[in-house]
């Protein structure tokens, strides 16, 4: 029988290992037998599974005889159908369709057994173009893939999949090191590459990825985490306060006549206004909001930025990471609540009595959509406050502050009894799984740590410092009973 011809043959039912009803079309002999296969009796089949639920027998094709090309059993259905079909005649010609599929995928097998493998450049724009028609991925995630194909494209000169071979891409890994290259920025572009390998091999055009045969792929390091004392936290939120009341100055002098400016700043009549003026009255004005509820909450970049009213509750004294319509939680451990601190509880509602709304995004662009970021803010109230730290300071930088406060601060039983903190507490205030990240990131704390009876950086001159050998011993007390002193 010719592996491309109408399958025919009769009906013979089995009993599976599960004790299923299944009939197996076995294929009768062609007038023109096949000389590839002299079993071909037992391994062109069509599989029949009786539904005990529609009492219908539904249709499978075993291909695994074509293993080399993806070959495997897979129902007999329409393009895009959710099931097998339950005609036998139709199966048939499902099954020779795939069948004559998978010869011809043979037929464009190269000289070292590849399929047909096109260039990394076309493979690339679906790899982005599938992210944004699938929506999974946040915004500055696809970015980062959309500039890191850039550079794969330009890097491998635009080579064919079977050329990005092992020692090709560790000579790109080389390459970008010496070009100065950060590591976690090869790192992304490694990510990037082996999905892009990926999506070739589930087009069917390409059938392995070399990065994931890497012998000694780079891997991320859980380097010390950069933070700020309490000290340093502190300025950083006065500077926030001086950075807000010069927006709103500026936002204030932008709305009077061209005189009146020039009077308050002090300019002659002739004198221009400086263009910095209107620069400065275009920023938002919730610089202090922000930074403090980073500061009191440890929430990751989005998680903060995506935050709506209905998230706050002040009658309780908490705060809601959960998914909305403007970010979704990469993790359905990162939804959480967290206690809503007295100065933050504060800051928050002077920013809602000031701002006037009540629904939508606390913290939104000028359109009402989710903000980007405040990178130029952070910046300026970093440089205003005169921080200097072991690394840049981000947002990021304000999450690993808020970790280590929280392992520097009591938790308080409802029987009033104060517990110094493990490292599992805290990973379930930042939206960790496990306590393993907390452990290494934050060993700097280890040997060290000193312990205060509130969180924060405004009691430091008001409340006694308790030392390490002062605290209470961790005892066995449930966490549904445990909580930040607040």
């Not at 029949?48 to 074509?66: E, W």
């Not at 005649?89 to 795939?98: N, V």
């Not at 173009?129 to 893939?145: D, S, V, Y």
């Amino acid at each position: 029988m010719s592996t491309t011809e109408r399958v025919v043959g009769t009906a013979a039912s089995t009993i599976d290992a599960a004790g299923a009803r299944t009939e197996a079309l076995e294929p009768q002999a062609s007038a023109t037998p096949a000389t590839d296969a002299p079993e071909a009796a037992e391994t062109y089949r069509i599989y029949g599974r009786a539904s005990s639920r529609t009492g219908k027998t539904y249709y499978y094709g075993d291909f695994r005889h074509y293993a080399d090309v993806g070959g495997r059993r897979e129902k007999l259905a329409a393009a895009n159908g959710r099931r097998a079909t339950t005609d036998v005649g139709r199966a048939q010609d499902l099954y020779a369709k795939r069948v004559a599929a998978y010869e011809a995928r043979r037929q464009r097998l190269g000289t070292d057994g590849l399929p047909y493998d096109p260039r990394l450049g076309p493979i690339a724009e679906y790899f982005i173009r599938r992210l944004l028609l699938l929506k999974t991925k946040e915004p500055r995630t696809i970015k980062r893939h959309l500039s890191a194909c850039k550079q794969l494209v330009s890097g491998f000169k635009n080579a064919r999949l079977s050329d990005i071979r092992v020692s090709a891409i560790e000579a790109y890994i080389e390459h970008r090191r010496e070009s100065g290259a950060a590591h976690s920025t090869i790192l992304n572009e490694l990510t990037t590459l082996s999905g892009i390998f990926r999506r070739a091999i589930a087009i069917e055009v390409f059938d392995r990825n070399f990065v994931a045969l890497l012998p000694d792929r780079p891997k991320r390091t859980l380097d010390e985490a950069v933070y700020l004392t309490r000290e340093q936290l502190a300025a950083l939120l006065d500077a926030a306060v001086e950075e807000e009341a010069e927006v709103a100055r500026a936002q204030y002098l932008v709305g009077l006549e061209p005189a009146a400016i020039r009077e308050a700043l002090g300019l002659a009549e002739e004198d221009a206004i400086p263009p910095s003026l209107y620069d400065t009255a275009r920023r938002y004005l919730y610089a202090e909001a922000v930074l403090t509820t980073f500061a009191y909450c440890g929430g990751r970049h989005e998680e903060v930025f995506g935050l709506e009213f209905r998230d706050l509750d002040f009658a309780k004294g908490l705060i809601h990471i959960r998914p909305n319509r403007y970010r979704r939680l990469k993790r359905t451990w990162h939804r959480r609540i967290l206690p809503m601190h007295p100065p933050l509880r504060a800051v928050l509602l002077r920013y809602l009595a000031a701002s006037g709304q009540r629904q939508g995004l606390l913290f939104p662009n000028r359109n009402g959509g989710l903000i980007t970021g405040l990178r130029g803010t952070l910046a300026r109230c970093v440089a205003r406050a005169g921080i200097l730290a072991d690394g840049p300071i981000g947002y990021h930088t304000l999450r690993h502050t808020y970790a280590t406060i929280a392992l520097q601060t009591y938790l308080r039983t409802k029987d009033g009894e104060f517990l110094a903190p493990s490292a599992g507490d805290v990973a379930e205030l930042l939206g960790h799984r496990t306590s393993g990240l907390i452990e290494e990131v934050y060993k700097h704390i280890r040997g060290q740590r000193e312990y205060y009876r509130e969180f924060g950086c405004e009691w430091l001159r008001q409340r006694p410092v308790v030392r390490r050998e002062e605290a209470t011993p961790q005892a066995s007390v449930p966490r549904a009973n445990l909580m930040l002193v607040a």
